[in-house]
Nanobody
Framework: QVQVVESGGGLVQAGGSLRLSCEAS????????MGWFRQSPADEREFVAA????????YYGDPVKGRFTISRENGKNTVYLQMYSLKPEDTAVYYC??????????????????WGQGTQVTVSS
């Protein structure tokens, strides 16, 4: 069983920045592919960013390219999502996912095995 905990959400003005954190428990010898998704009340869960188990590969959804950066702490199952130039349309609950199997980068939420409870990000105009 893997537990996933996100933190770092909050309220920020448009143009501001936030950093989200995600920590996954489990055997420290096992490194997982991890990703961020977001969901607003009217929308389906949307892919934001993903990072490979070793941190060497990353991939971003089109709406956040050039503004968000995903990274992971070396040798750990802790990932970060640094968000810059935030827009009101970035407002959503952000979820961190952990994948036990599969390719290094996963963009489909069905590919993830464990999720955190989510952290709210609200961007005011």
């Amino acid at each position: 069983q893997v537990q996933v905990v996100e933190s770092g959400g909050g309220l920020v003005q448009a143009g501001g920045s936030l950093r989200l954190s995600c920590e996954a428990s489990g055997p420290t010898s096992t490194k997982y592919a991890m990703g961020w998704f977001r969901q607003s009340p009217a929308d389906e869960r949307e892919f934001v960013a993903a990072i490979s188990w070793n941190g060497e590969e990353s991939y971003y959804g089109d709406p956040v390219k050039g503004r968000f950066t995903i990274s992971r702490e070396n040798g750990k199952n802790t990932v970060y999502l640094q968000m810059y130039s935030l827009k009101p349309e970035d407002t959503a609950v952000y979820y961190c996912g952990v994948a036990l199997y599969g390719p290094p980068i996963l963009v489909n939420f069905n590919s993830y095995d464990y999720w955190g409870q989510g952290t709210q990000v609200t961007v005011s105009s």
